[in-house]
């Protein structure tokens, strides 16, 4: 059964809400449970996390580093596209 590292990265992180809601381990309190999401960029989009929330990503962004996973993920892309 293949179901690859994002299932993995699912479950596991689904589980360790869990835990942490019922106090096993860590802690989530239910006003930070309400604004996040195991979904990247998820509670964003919904607008769980304000209105603010875009802009308050884009000030966090280092645009060297934005630029510098582009390439390497377009480089990936192209490298696969060709058989190599």
């Known amino acids: 059964l293949r179901l690859g590292p994002g ?27 309400a604004k996040t999401s195991n979904v990247p960029f998820l509670a964003m989009v919904t607008g769980a996390q304000g209105e603010g929330a875009f802009s308050g990503l884009a000030k966090e962004l280092k645009p060297l580093n934005a630029a510098a996973a582009v390439a390497v993920a377009a480089g990936f892309a192209l490298r696969r596209g060709r058989g190599m």
């Open 7 to 33: 299932w993995g990265a699912a479950a596991g992180g689904a589980h360790q809400d869990s835990r942490f809601r019922r106090g096993l381990g860590g802690s989530l309190p239910p006003d930070v449970d």
